[in-house]
């Protein structure tokens, strides 16, 4: 089985702080994304990563950063957290050219993320 | 951009009966890839159901099986002899090239 898990399920930080989520994964998978997840939007794409040290930004990129040093793990960055950025966070990896699980992606189980 | 539309935000069900919920889609591409996502509460997003648009034939997971209508536009998901464990948000996603889009969600109550 995949298993993509994240640092922490439960995070407190206060505004203007700098704050590291991490993801890990043990499939040897190439692609990596971190979402965001509010109530009503559904999953919104922040970064994604297709190798080690590449990354793309998805549609919500402002206030985020990320870093890819080693193929399994995927770090999200809020550089300056402010209370808009107080939401549910979900990375996920995927394999490119899977056959049946082609373009199949494999969550975490999420960090809930609150800026005070 | 594609665009996911899940119409109804809250759908409830008895315990064992059958329940469908509703997906939308727009996309100018013919091959692409289809899937039902479900999360629990406080409990990790796992896959329900994939299916490939260039298959004809509708994906059944036991329980779980979709109405794939490509003309329509349109990915239903149909869950039979519904279960308490069912009960979560289930979230319709459309992706191509590994650019992955989602809906709303739809939040399905299951009552004994």
């Known amino acids: 089985d995949v298993k993509v898990t994240q640092s922490s399920r439960y995070l407190v930080k206060r505004t203007g702080e700098k704050v590291f989520l991490e993801c890990v994964q043990d499939?040897?998978?190439?692609?990596m994304f971190w979402y965001r997840q509010d109530p009503g939007l559904g999953l919104r794409l922040i970064y994604f990563?297709?190798?080690?040290?590449?990354?793309e930004k998805g549609d919500i990129p402002e206030g985020y950063s990320v870093s890819r040093e080693k193929k399994e793990r995927f770090s999200l960055i809020l550089e300056s957290a402010s209370t808009n950025q107080t939401s549910m966070y979900l990375c996920a990896s995927s394999k490119p050219g899977q056959g049946t699980a082609q373009e199949t992606q494999y969550f975490g189980p999420g960090t809930r993320l609150l800026v005070l | 951009a594609q665009t996911v539309t899940q119409s109804q935000p809250e759908m409830s069900v008895q315990e064992a009966e059958t329940v469908t919920l509703s997906c939308t889609y727009d996309t100018s591409e013919s091959d692409y890839y289809l899937f039902w996502y479900k999360q629990p509460p406080s409990r990790q997003m796992i896959l329900v159901i994939r299916q490939e648009a260039y298959k004809q034939q509708n994906a059944t997971e036991n329980r779980f099986s979709v109405n794939f209508q490509k003309a329509a536009k349109s990915f239903s998901l149909k869950i039979s002899d519904s279960q308490l464990g069912d009960a979560a948000m289930y979230f319709c996603?459309?992706?191509?090239?590994?650019?992955?889009?989602f809906g709303a969600g739809t939040r399905l109550t299951v009552k004994p």
């Open positions: 996603a459309y992706s191509r090239h590994n650019d992955m889009r």
């Open positions: 990563s297709y190798d080690v040290k590449m990354k």
């Open positions: 499939m040897d998978h190439e692609n």
